[in-house]
């Protein structure tokens, strides 16, 4: 498949002083002293983006994410590296980006226009459709500046899709403006990658990089932390907002993975403890995949629930391991452990949690997510008010969600974690992604993924 963009070792330094007089004697020569300090916002980034891909790039706050936009549309010049983009790009950038406020909303739609190489009479025959996509009514004639950043966003994005781009770049444009029209511009989107045009999107909305996109890429402190498949991608992002990440960990995960010593881990049982980082906390896994599945099936002269389940034996486990869910099972109506459930019937998820120290308010969760990685249902203790005591180190919990099976027949996957807040900040005790499968089973599926149980009445009259 040829490639639309391509990024090679891309770098972008600025350069930041701390006063503008020092700028000015460095730039004139009046000094052979460095008064500056050198921001690497982008260290050495590589990537594709194929034709017809939709790829989403995320990261936190100041990871290089919007930088990396603007220098593949030419808005900045890398310090090194190379972009290669082939094929017309439409980008839809932060808001303001390539208007003129003192325009008119039709002014600026011509001007933008003209700027992508598009005729006077080329534009007139567009401009229907972009007036009837924004939907913006009379402020049309008005100068931009008057309008609201709802508005704004609604001709800017109606602008960008109704030129016919081969490339389409957005940049958290989206976040702006209702439900309806963003549901709108979504649908518009997905007719567009359906119709071969390649979109590269920052956003911090995982369902639409979840749902749209093909490929997700991974920024952090302006480097590419990895590339893949979405939910995958998703789950390593999470670890880095709960503080879990460890490049040395993932880099190894994903040596393992593509040369398949992980599976053979898990056949010889080897058990990998975990490493404490330099600040002490261990990040690492305690046990790996392959211990879950190869378990003893007793612990202190107990049957362990997790022996009679189906688990995941690539899950995504992580924490600083204060707190241990050494146990845990999925049971139907009848209490009997099992990975497949009715729909309509009641099931109870039980989570049997070790504490290795101290914690003051401890947080016991599920989520059930699709085989693409979306969360679908979930609930911890925190939202259902449960009275939830101190744990001292060397106590066990047991916990149970009980609850109907309302999710569509098909297949899921259960994850469960133990996590709290310390100082204000959210802190992962022990996280198992993807632990479980489940399959429901019905006879009767109604649209989407749950099932509001309708009470269906009809009369004639």
Do not use: W
Request: hydrophobic letters at 35%; one cysteine or more.
């Amino acid at each position: 498949m040829s490639k639309a963009i391509e990024v090679r070792d891309v770098e972008k330094v600025y350069r930041l002083y701390d006063k503008n007089t020092d700028r000015l004697k460095e730039s004139l020569g009046l000094t052979k002293k460095k008064l500056h300090k050198d921001f690497y916002a982008l260290k050495g980034v590589s990537f594709d983006v194929e034709e017809g891909r939709s790829v989403g790039i995320i990261g936190t706050n100041g990871s290089g994410k919007s930088t990396m936009l603007k220098i593949i549309t030419g808005v900045l010049t890398p310090t090194s590296g190379t972009v290669s983009v082939r094929g017309k790009v439409s980008a839809l950038l932060e808001l303001g980006a390539g208007f003129n406020m003192e325009y008119t909303g039709i002014e600026n739609i011509y001007m933008n226009g003209t700027m992508m190489g598009f005729t006077k009479e080329e534009m007139d025959g567009k401009l229907d459709e972009i007036l009837k996509f924004a939907d913006i009514g009379d402020f049309v004639y008005q100068p931009v500046k008057s309008y609201s950043s709802g508005m704004f966003v609604r001709l800017a994005f109606a602008l960008a899709i109704n030129v016919e781009p081969e490339i389409l770049i957005v940049d958290e444009a989206l976040s702006v403006g209702d439900i309806f029209f963003q549901s709108k511009c979504y649908h518009h989107m997905d007719k567009l990658r359906k119709n071969g045009t390649t979109i590269l999107m920052v956003t911090h909305d995982m369902s639409s990089v979840l749902k749209y996109c093909d490929k997700a890429i991974l920024l952090n402190d302006g480097e590419k932390v990895s590339e893949g498949r979405p939910g995958e991608i998703i789950d390593l992002y999470k670890r880095i907002l709960a503080g879990q990440y460890n490049a040395d960990e993932v880099l190894k995960s994903q040596q393992e993975n593509a040369s398949g010593l992980s599976n053979n881990a898990e056949i010889a049982g080897e058990d990998k403890q975990a490493e404490p980082s330099d600040d002490g906390k261990v990040t690492g896994v305690s046990e790996n995949a392959a211990e879950h599945a190869a378990a003893a099936v007793q612990d202190n002269g107990t049957e362990l629930m997790r022996s009679s389940m189906n688990i995941n034996p690539n899950l995504n486990e992580y924490g600083d391991k204060r707190a241990e869910i050494y146990d845990f099972g999925i049971l139907d109506k009848d209490g009997r452990l099992t990975n497949l459930i009715l729909k309509g019937e009641e099931f109870t998820i039980r989570e049997r949690i070790r504490f290795n120290a101290a914690v003051e308010a401890p947080i016991f969760t599920y989520t059930f997510r699709d085989k693409k990685g979306n969360d679908l249902s979930g609930t911890n203790t925190l939202f259902e008010n449960a009275e939830v005591e101190a744990a001292k180190k060397g106590d066990t919990y047991e916990v149970e969600f009980k609850q109907r099976m309302d999710l569509q027949g098909g297949e899921y996957l259960l994850s469960m974690s133990c996590t709290g807040f310390e100082q204000g900040e959210h802190v992962v005790y022990h996280r198992l992604y993807d632990l479980l499968n489940l399959t429901v089973i019905s006879n009767k599926n109604t649209v989407g993924v749950y099932d509001m149980n309708s009470a269906v009445k009809v009369k004639k009259n």
